[in-house]
């Protein structure tokens, strides 16, 4: 395994660890079958699409692998080189070839028997390193599965592999010193979001059936409505973080980016719960469905209320195309049988104007994590900042938390009393206007260009309120790229904003595929794409 240095140009694309042949070789050499008769096409093909067609014999998981592969090999290192995987499973087309034994001769375990997912770098996975996108984590080697990791092995999903992100999960446009910078398939020139921007790319171009991420300010909805996808930040307890490299122990949160909201809810059945190893979520099980499934209700926006958060529209000139989507949004809202009305929480600006917590929780966090991993290559964040094991972008929020001597301030205590006052105003409001749920754009600005600043996120409601959030496509500006429409809610009130979100997918259909990345056989010679 190797790694490149600090001195490498980072526009340059890294070197993939792990060969991304080893599955496409071994299906030449014969072992992945004979190919079914028709070609099965898994660009936008959903987990239900793909669980039918295995049940019914014209695909296999170990050629679903081989197609996704085929796909990673034309798009992420050729084609718009969109550079959102870094490492792939030597183990893929094995641990399918096996998941296809047992749908034979036992039975599937369920909707995730046999479907390729990718995991974004900061959720260990055992036999793969977890990076975190740096160069200065690249020999560490987890000794086991992060919990979501684990659940969707149980679940028989097959992991494929692992997906860039901001390096340490600290930005919103996804580059790495690890990954180098990751690219938006729907506009190679621009960031994809982030810190999930690889799973938040790579889903969007189907390199897999779906993938998972982590939220700590937006990590998830960020890439998501920069990719026309659907992400959610459940309440905070409703999915474990062991195993998950930390940034912020009281705002980070791991979960699923999906095309569509059943594929969502999906990943979400599996590794949502209680889990001993995290002590935030303790009450999950009680406050979880047997399936968020059943929430899945195209009708549900009929006599909904919802409340649009007006300050987190309309704030600068730019954000005027989204603010635009959102105005549209709200007509669709209300055609799908839903009373929209404005909303506003008194002292908002002043309660979201921090990032004292997650500043503050880093160093410790990260330096526990590296502590308790046998054979880290590094001991913490002060090593890390003394060898320059880092991109010089991030150098100032690294020395800025590792400055931080003790969470026994004054300042620490009055930021974590703020979640709670903002938490209880959100609460208030909601209760107050009899409404389901506050609606906004989850960036109230489209993806920039590489290189240039990513303005307006609206990611720090639901991180410091610790209150759910979903984003689903609302459309696309005049440069032809998406914005998310998002949904916060109650407590514990993932059921309802999946429903709310469902609804208006299926009453929109906002959601196109990118045109970078088409199917395989609509590509000319030399793999160019065909006019």
């Keep these: 395994m190797t790694a490149r240095t600090t001195t490498t140009t980072l526009s340059a694309r890294p070197p993939r660890w792990l060969g991304l042949a080893a599955g496409a070789l071994i299906c030449a050499s014969g072992g992945c079958g004979e190919a079914p008769p028709e070609p099965f096409e898994v660009v936008e093909a959903s987990i239900a699409e793909l669980q039918t067609a295995m049940a019914d014999g014209i695909v296999t998981s170990e050629q679903l692998v081989e197609r ?3 796909r990673i090999d034309a798009y992420d290192e050729a084609g718009p080189a969109l550079n959102a995987i870094i490492i792939l499973n030597p183990d893929a087309v094995e641990t399918a070839r096996a998941l296809d034994v047992e749908r034979r001769e036992v039975a599937p375990r369920g909707p995730l028997h046999g479907i390729p997912l990718l995991i974004k770098d900061n959720h260990d996975i055992a036999g793969l390193p977890t990076t975190n996108g740096s160069i ?25 592999g692992k997906t860039n992100l901001h390096e340490f999960a600290r930005g919103i446009t996804t580059i790495s010193s690890i990954g180098g910078q990751t690219l938006n398939p729907y506009d190679p020139t621009r960031n994809p979001g982030g810190s999930s921007g690889g799973t938040g790319a790579a889903v969007a171009a189907s390199f897999a059936a779906a993938g998972m991420g982590s939220d700590t300010c937006g990590s ?10 659907v992400g959610l930040r459940g309440t905070e307890g409703l999915s474990s973080r062991d195993g998950v490299v930390p940034l912020s122990h009281t705002q980070d949160i791991a979960g699923p980016l999906a095309r569509s909201v059943a594929d969502l809810v999906v990943l979400l059945d599996a590794t949502v719960g209680t889990d001993p190893n995290d002590p935030v979520t303790l009450d999950a099980d009680r406050r979880i469905p047997e399936s968020y499934t059943s929430s899945l209700d195209p009708e549900a926006l009929q006599g909904a209320r919802l409340g649009v958060l007006t300050y987190l529209v309309r704030q600068d000139p730019e954000d005027e195309p989204a603010a635009e989507l959102m105005d549209a949004a709200v007509a669709d809202l209300e055609r799908l049988g839903a009373e929209v009305v404005e909303a506003e929480i008194e002292g908002l600006a002043e309660l979201l104007d921090t ?9 410790f966090d990260l330096d526990a994590y590296l502590a308790a991993t046998p054979g880290a290559p590094v001991s913490s964040l002060a090593q890390i900042i003394a060898e320059g094991l880092h991109l ?11 400055v931080v001597e003790s969470l026994d301030t004054d300042e620490y205590r009055e930021a974590i009393a703020r979640r709670a006052v903002l938490s209880n105003a959100v609460i208030e409001v909601l209760d107050a206007l009899e409404i389901d749920a506050l609606i906004y754009p989850t960036m109230r600005q489209q993806a920039a260009p590489v290189g240039e600043r990513q303005g307006g996120d609206n990611c720090r409601l639901s991180a410091q309120s610790g209150l759910p959030a979903i984003t689903v496509p609302a459309g696309f500006t005049p440069d032809a790229m998406p914005i998310g429409l998002e949904m916060l809610g109650r407590p514990w009130a993932e059921s309802r904003l999946i429903a709310l979100a469902y609804a208006f997918e299926q009453g929109t259909g906002h959601r196109r595929p990118p045109a970078s990345t088409p199917p395989l056989a609509a590509r000319g010679p030399a793999g160019t794409n065909r006019p």
């Design 355 to 363: 990032y004292v917590v997650l500043s503050h929780e880093f160093k």
């Design 68 to 70: 996704y592969l085929a």
């Design 136 to 160: 200065a984590m690249a020999g560490l080697m987890p000794p086991d599965d992060a919990f979501p990791v684990r659940r969707l092995r149980e679940a028989g999903a097959v992991l494929l």
């Design 392 to 402: 010089p972008d991030t150098a100032e929020r690294l020395v800025n938390s590792n």
């Design 220 to 229: 998830i909805r960020i890439p998501s409505a920069h990719n026309s996808l």
